[in-house]
């Protein structure tokens, strides 16, 4: 079973993919949305490329991580994004999502909350994922959600 975990940011979208039965990140990566693009193009261009990446990886559980609600800089081109991500996951082939903050994704993957942070930020290894010194911060949050995305 292959499982997705994504981060979206105003410009780009960064996913990770896990192959849950042996615990393997198979790859990371992030899709820039071209600047050329007005809203609408550009919504519609993350919704295909998502669409295309669950069918290519054949995934079968997602996960998104959303925007904190106590967020004191709302970014209103982030939760669009992220609106266009859960319509792909309700309109796709996905056996299971979730879309959660950092408390249902640390809960999803049996971690405490206040790890979490430290982990995204690079304090902490988290030594369960090969490499992660190497990853960036929505890297690391992906491969999070990627996780989490087994229990949806």
Known sequence: MNTIGIRAKPGEVTFAVLNAKDR????????????????????????????????????????LRVTESSSKTLSIARIEIEGVIKEAFASSSLNAYYCGQISTIAAKIGMQRADFKPYVEGVKNFDDVENWSDLGREEREAVFAALGAVNA
Request: a positive charge; glycine letters at 2%; aromatic letters at 4%.
């Open 24 to 63: 393997r990140i198979a790859n990371v990566e992030t899709v820039k949305i071209p600047k050329a693009l007005q809203t609408p193009d550009a919504l519609k261009y993350v919704r295909n490329n998502i669409l295309d990446i669950i069918r290519e990886y054949e995934i079968s559980r997602a996960g």
